[in-house]
């Protein structure tokens, strides 16, 4: 697994960034994976916008079904009924980057999702063999229809590389000491205890990365690139030059001078 180098003395700033021009186009799929905090969601939405491509939050599903089972009053530790559940709902995520909504059951739940009892109830919910098999296979067909004409998609989650594309051609995992995404989480937020942050982080990392369903880790021919000393914009330009590196990026006319 290749590494791309990272500042070691606090938050970079990139110039990679200015090389996204307006019209430069992806063709193809961009797999980004790593665990929570690393700073996935903000730099995949904002690497698809900029290249006027679709975007997939795969986690934003999972925690889609997590909100029907608990709506159910479905316990998240018996397999069975939470797959009874989530295959009786209806999820929809939006592909746009600008405006990714999440439907659940053709209700807006974009919000709703993103709270502390769904956060709970996701990690167990998403072990679920018969759960990751329904939503990986919609998720293999919105990234399917994406790139059907030639166009391109930038796909997050945890098992993106290994399971839903293992073919992609840009596959990169995102890492981050344990301490920063806890702080990033925190601050994101608007929590004062970083330390319960942190054990809840840690938990989470245990639980995903030892799971026997699809377990998250890095694809062998991802590129892992650490964004503890990163900002955004150093890691969205890193990206950027990762995909035009590997011929992902269509460049816009360029006028003459």
Known sequence: MAKAAAGQNGPVPS???SRVQ???GLRGVVAVDGPAGTGKSTVARRLAASLGARYLDTGAMYRAAALGVLRAGVDAAEPAAVSAVVARR?????TDPDLSRVLLDGEDVSREIRGPAVTTA???VSAVSRVRELLVAQQRRII???TAAGG???VEGRDIGTLVVPDAPLKVFLTATAAQRAARRAAQDGVDDVAEVLRAVEH?????SSRATSPMCAAADAVELDTTALDVDAV???LHELAVARGLVVRAARGRT
């Open 236 to 238: 969205l330009g890193k």
């Open 204 to 208: 989470r990392d245990r639980f995903d």
């Open 90 to 94: 209806h999820i929809e995520v939006g």
């Open 152 to 154: 391109g998609i930038v």
């Open 144 to 146: 399917s229809d994406s």
């Open 15 to 17: 110039r990679e960034v």
């Open 22 to 24: 307006q019209g430069d």
């Open 122 to 124: 996701v990690s167990p």
